[in-house]
């Protein structure tokens, strides 16, 4: 249900679920200039829930690859 939400409010907001029009070294370059970014280490603020929110640290090993296919998915 959550998900879905998060789905319904991309749509109206015209924004995409998926794809890019960016290349994915563009993007984490820009990702390494984020107020969230400590000690190099890119952080996201994810939603776990209405009014539930966690900071994690996502490493380079796992993003560069999901950025690929995010942006490759455009």
């Known amino acids: 249900a959550w998900g879905a939400r998060q789905d319904r409010l991309l749509d109206a907001a015209g ?8 290349d994915a070294a ?7 200039s984020d107020k969230k970014v400590r000690a190099g280490e890119i ?11 966690e900071v994690r640290p ?3 090993v796992a993003l560069e690859p999901a950025l690929a296919q995010w942006c490759g998915a455009g």
């Open 15 to 22: 924004l995409p679920r998926t794809g890019c029009p960016y």
């Open 26 to 32: 563009s993007l984490l370059e820009a990702m390494r």
């Open 58 to 60: 996502v490493g380079d």
């Open 43 to 53: 952080r996201f603020a994810l939603s776990a829930g209405p009014g539930a929110w």
